[in-house]
Each structure stands twice: as structure tokens, then as C-alpha cells.
């Protein structure tokens, strides 16, 4: 099972940005789609961005043209890149990662927490 860690949350004024890691375990990040998540208290926890092996990546609407989803496949790491923050953006965001041909292989990060305040 991939072990996903994840880091560079913390509070940042509106406007300002951020960029999350999570560094995954194991010699198969290369097959594995992954995606960030995020949920506040009482919500569900929702989609933000995924990206594929290859590299195509998907958007949450709300983060299109701000935030920006990448991978190392060498490093085994997955970054969130988070330009123009709101607000609404303040949660915990997860590291998710699926792998893309048996998906019941799926490990998701202890959560880092993003506060968006001034």
C-alpha cells in the first residue's frame, strides 16, 4: 500500500499562495493517478485537481486558473500549486492516489491544513 505524506500547509492572507507536496512511498507512483482533496468540518470531502500518469489533470471549477496540479514521477511527489487564495479555499486538503488499473489500490494523506485569512 503507497504511504502518501503530505506538507506546505498553513495560514496565508487573501490573494496570497501557496504550494502543497505529498511525497508517496513505493516504486509504482508512475501508475498511479493522483489528486488533491479537500473537506471543511461537516462537509463532504470534495475533489480539487487530479492529475494522470501521463499528465493530463482535471480542475474542480472554482480552482481553474489559480491552482495548478503537478508531479515529479522520478521524486514520487505530487504538488498543489495555489495562486489568488480565497477565503473559501480555507480546509484540509488530502493527497489522494488511485492506482489507474486496479483502483481498489487507493491510499489517501493525513490531511495538511490551509487557512485562507487576513
Known amino acids: 500500500q503507497m504511504q502518501l505524506v503530505e506538507s506546505g500547509g498553513g495560514l496565508v492572507q487573501p490573494g496570497g499562495s501557496l504550494r502543497l507536496s505529498c511525497a508517496a512511498s513505493?516504486?509504482?507512483?508512475?501508475?498511479?493517478?493522483m489528486g488533491w482533496y479537500r473537506q471543511n468540518p461537516g462537509k463532504q470531502r470534495e475533489l480539487v485537481a487530479t492529475?494522470?500518469?501521463?499528465?493530463?489533470?482535471n480542475y474542480e471549477e472554482s480552482v481553474k486558473g489559480r491552482f495548478t496540479i503537478s508531479r515529479d514521477n522520478t521524486g514520487n511527489t505530487v504538488y498543489l500549486h495555489m495562486n489568488s487564495l480565497k477565503p473559501e479555499d480555507t480546509a484540509v486538503y488530502y493527497c489522494?492516489?488511485?492506482?489507474?488499473?486496479?483502483?481498489?489500490?487507493?491510499?489517501w494523506g493525513q490531511g495538511t491544513q490551509v487557512t485562507v485569512s487576513s
Open positions: 513505493g516504486s509504482l507512483f508512475r501508475l498511479y493517478t
Open positions: 489522494n492516489g488511485k492506482h489507474t488499473i486496479f483502483t481498489n489500490q487507493e491510499s
Open positions: 492529475i494522470g500518469p501521463s499528465g493530463n489533470t
